[in-house]
């Protein structure tokens, strides 16, 4: 039985012990408060390390699916594909299939433990979206506007926990990311939002909530667990360095992906 079984079935207290000293009470409270909380040092260094080798060596092979700064069209990205820096990545997708190393974190008992105290009952991970190595290039790495990654997804509750773990350091300078506390519990009317669905930023409706925003600042192995409600945003990346975060969000099972949309596809965890 999984460490996340174990919790789900209440059957083993030992378990319950060790996820609550992964997450605590406080922890979980600030997650359903804010939207998000930082739970600093979740990942080892020998986990970090076996990731970021794994990132690079991924990232330097470019192998299929990409996604390319160019595809999105967003503020400072290449204009095409053909532009100078067109061939700058984005996200190399589909992590889960792409390196066991990837697969092994996703699925490893205390990621898991950690998210399914925090959704109250068995996860799943959705291959649909994320299940990415998120990569923000020097230059070329692209401004993202403030949004809510629900958008990926189709499913009967509007309630996903994104996993994004830092593989080095994450803040202003180099494109870390920015959330709006306790915004995966605003009520945003259509107008709100640009064609896109991106928040528009001259709304005047808006600048409230723009105006609580905050960055998230993150060191290796640090781990930001966040509502797939909370609207966040990044900017571009003003070191000399590439930034690597590894992306995974999970649901709960009684959260049912709608029928015949890709979000049907998942990996069961428990
Ligand atoms: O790193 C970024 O630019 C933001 C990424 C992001 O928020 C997303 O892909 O949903």
């Given amino acids: 039985m999984s460490t996340a079984d174990a919790y789900n079935n209440h059957t083993d207290p030992s378990a319950a012990e060790s996820a609550k000293r992964l997450l605590s009470n406080s922890e979980c409270y600030r997650f359903w408060k804010h939207g ?17 080798i794994a990132a690079r ?28 820096g067109g061939s700058t ?6 992590a889960f299939e792409r390196h066991e190393s990837f697969r ?36 070329y790495g692209s401004q993202t506007r403030w949004h809510r990654d629900l958008r990926h997804w ?27 506390p306790g915004s995966h519990r ?25 105006a609580s925003a905050r960055g998230v600042s993150l060191e290796t192995g640090d781990l930001l667990l966040f509502h797939s409600l909370l609207f966040h945003a990044a900017g571009t990346n003003l070191s000399d360095e590439v930034k690597l975060s590894l992306a995974f969000a999970y649901f709960g099972n009684s959260n049912r992906p709608s029928p015949g949309s890709s979000s049907e596809s998942c990996f069961k965890l428990s």
């Fill in 186 to 210: 605003t009520i945003i009317s259509p107008s709100q939002l640009d064609d896109d669905k991106f928040l528009a930023e001259s709304h005047s409706q808006n600048a409230e909530l723009l």
């Fill in 89 to 94: 990545i984005r996200r190399l997708r589909n």
């Fill in 57 to 84: 060596k991924e990232l330097a092979s470019a192998l299929d699916p990409l996604e390319y700064e160019a595809d999105v069209g967003y503020p400072w990205a290449p204009t095409s594909r053909f532009a100078s």
């Fill in 104 to 139: 092994k974190w996703a699925t490893s008992a205390s990621l898991v433990a950690a998210v399914t105290r925090l959704i109250g009952e068995s996860i799943s991970l959705t291959l649909a979206h994320h299940n990415c190595i998120m990569t923000k290039h020097p230059h």
């Fill in 154 to 180: 189709s499913f009967s509750k509007p309630s996903l926990v994104i996993a994004w773990l830092a593989l080095g350091d994450e803040n202003e300078q180099n494109g870390g990311l920015r959330v709006i």
């Fill in 36 to 52: 998000y909380v930082v739970l600093k040092n979740f990942a080892n260094l020998s986990e970090t390390t076996e990731l970021k």
